[in-house]
Nanobody, 113 residues
Framework: QVQLVESGGGLVQAGGSLRLSCAASRSTFSIGWNRQAPGKQRELVAGMNGETSLILADSVKGRFTISRDNAKNTVDLQMNNLKPEDTAVYYC??????????WGRGTQVTVSS
């Protein structure tokens, strides 16, 4: 079992920045962030598989950066130049080597225009 605790959401104006953090209770194979906007399906934002494999959604490339600290079992999402369409609940996820997925409770990010 893996517990994930997110922090760092909030309200920001368009063009602003936020940093999300997620702490896992133990090491995992992959870890990252999804988001779900009202009325839309949950989508992958950014993730890291293993040590170096990086996934970043096209909609956030050039604006968001994901970083992982394996020693601390944490993953951060630095979000710059935020847009109103980035408004969503952001969920930290993790997957272990057996393919079992875990989810955090989510943190709200609201970007005002």
């Amino acid at each position: 079992q893996v517990q994930l605790v997110e922090s760092g959401g909030g309200l920001v104006q368009a063009g602003g920045s936020l940093r999300l953090s997620c702490a896992a209770s133990r090491s995992t194979f992959s870890i990252g962030w999804n988001r779900q906007a009202p009325g839309k399906q949950r989508e992958l934002v950014a993730g890291m598989n293993g040590e170096t494999s990086l996934i970043l959604a096209d909609s956030v490339k050039g604006r968001f950066t994901i970083s992982r600290d394996n020693a601390k079992n944490t993953v951060d999402l630095q979000m710059n130049n935020l847009k109103p369409e980035d408004t969503a609940v952001y969920y930290c996820y993790a997957q272990d080597r057996f393919g079992i997925q875990y989810w955090g409770r989510g943190t709200q990010v609201t970007v005002s225009s």
